[in-house]
């Protein structure tokens, strides 16, 4: 009954941490580019040419001036002389801008005649020094000066990919091995008494496929959402409100898992059961990511899902529990609870 209480209590707490982060969220400004789009509606007659023609380029381009960008790659050059200079071919120098400097847009200028690139953006670093770079060479080199678009950029990055395939294979096959050898605890296998862990990794299967979903058929909408994020899904176009959601699913699912594994095995083995979890979440992520890019992941992820909870529901009718309070058992014997015999 305490144990229980305390679930209850966790899971409370978890809601209220949730509702308060999405409220105090409510208050961070407003994506920009939707105001002024809405507000061209009523005033366009009073717009100059230019400014329309900025509104026109936030809305496409998901950024206009006064954004703030940090450098990702480890360098980045811009270039000192006006960008009709180098279209030109007129003698130009440029300098350097290393990783992690914060910049912010000052200009925008479109050069038709440059068969590179139209889009020239000019930025001020940190030091007040101006720089211009083509548009596509800029954003393959910063991301939007945001924890969230970083996070979003570094899980986005190849060699990332690549790091979190080797090493969920490397677990996973580890964890197998051990599971065959000690009978150790892991997810699917020989899992615990809850249903929390295997509802985690569906999650987490479910939230990879639908977020390789929107960028496949939505690809503008994640842009914009990758410009201006947000962890409040409340005011989100529909995608990107049921992605968010799953996303603070996982966290508080996360926390029951934990709860129920503390709860369920001592402390050394509930450290390798987490850790056998994560890498499960880790290779559903990598497998379920980047399979729906080519429409495989639909079809597995049903799979998935059916195996899943056919596996849980094998297992748990193997559980044994006290005839006198209904605690489960490893085996048959003394309750430990309440002292019964079981035979």
């Given at each position: 009954?305490?144990?229980?209480?305390?679930?209850?209590?966790?899971?409370?707490?978890?809601?209220?941490?949730?509702?308060?982060?999405?409220?105090?969220a409510c208050y961070r400004e407003h994506n920009p580019s939707r105001f002024?789009?809405?507000?061209?509606?009523?005033?366009?007659?009073?717009?100059?040419?230019?400014?329309?023609?900025?509104?026109?380029?936030?809305?496409?381009?998901?950024?206009?001036?006064?954004?703030?960008?940090?450098?990702?790659?480890d360098t980045l050059f811009l270039l000192r002389q006006q960008p009709e200079e180098h279209v030109s071919e007129m003698p130009t120098d440029s300098f350097a801008v290393s990783k992690g400097t914060r910049m912010v847009v000052a200009d925008i200028r479109i050069i038709p005649d440059d068969p590179t690139d139209t889009v020239w953006v000019q930025l001020a670093t940190e030091q007040l020094t101006f720089g211009w770079a083509h548009e596509s060479r800029l954003l393959s080199k910063v991301?939007?000066?945001?924890?969230?678009?970083?996070?979003?950029?570094?899980?986005?990055?190849?060699?990332?990919?690549?790091?979190?395939?080797?090493?969920?294979?490397?677990?996973?096959?580890?964890?197998?091995?051990?599971?065959?050898r000690q009978r150790a605890k892991i997810v699917h296998f020989n899992d615990i008494p809850s249903f929390y862990p295997t509802l985690l990794v569906l999650i987490v299967a479910a939230s990879a496929t639908f977020y390789a979903s929107i960028q496949?058929?939505?690809?503008?909408?994640?842009?914009?959402?990758?410009?201006h994020p947000s962890l409040n899904p409340f005011g989100q176009p529909l995608l990107i409100e049921i992605f968010l959601l799953s996303v603070w699913a996982m966290l508080i699912v996360g926390l029951a898992v934990v709860d129920d594994t503390l709860r369920c095995l001592r402390a050394?083995?509930?450290?390798?059961?987490?850790?056998?979890?994560?890498?499960?979440?880790?290779?559903?992520?990598i497998v379920f990511s980047i399979s729906t890019l080519y429409y495989i992941g639909y079809p597995l992820l049903l799979a998935y899902i059916i195996v899943a909870?056919?596996?849980?529901?094998?297992?748990?009718?193997?559980?044994?529990?006290c005839g006198r309070?209904?605690?489960?058992?490893?085996?048959?014997?003394?309750?430990?609870?309440?002292g019964a015999v079981n035979e």
């Open positions: 009954m305490r144990t229980n209480n305390y679930i209850g209590k966790l899971l409370v707490t978890a809601t209220v941490l949730l509702l308060s982060i999405l409220s105090s002024q789009l809405k507000d061209t509606l009523y005033v366009a007659d009073t717009l100059t040419a230019q400014q329309q023609d900025s509104i026109n380029f936030a809305h496409r381009h998901h950024y206009s001036e006064n954004f703030n960008f940090i450098v990702r790659a991301d939007p000066d945001d924890p969230i678009s970083q996070f979003i950029s570094l899980f986005s990055d190849k060699h990332t990919l690549i790091f979190l395939v080797v090493i969920s294979l490397i677990a996973v096959t580890h964890l197998v091995i051990r599971q065959r496949l058929f939505a690809p503008d909408m994640w842009r914009h959402f990758y410009f050394a083995e509930a450290l390798l059961y987490l850790l056998g979890v994560a890498a499960v979440c880790a290779f559903n992520y909870v056919s596996i849980y529901q094998r297992n748990s009718s193997r559980q044994l529990v309070c209904g605690a489960r058992l490893p085996k048959k014997g003394r309750c430990p609870r309440c």
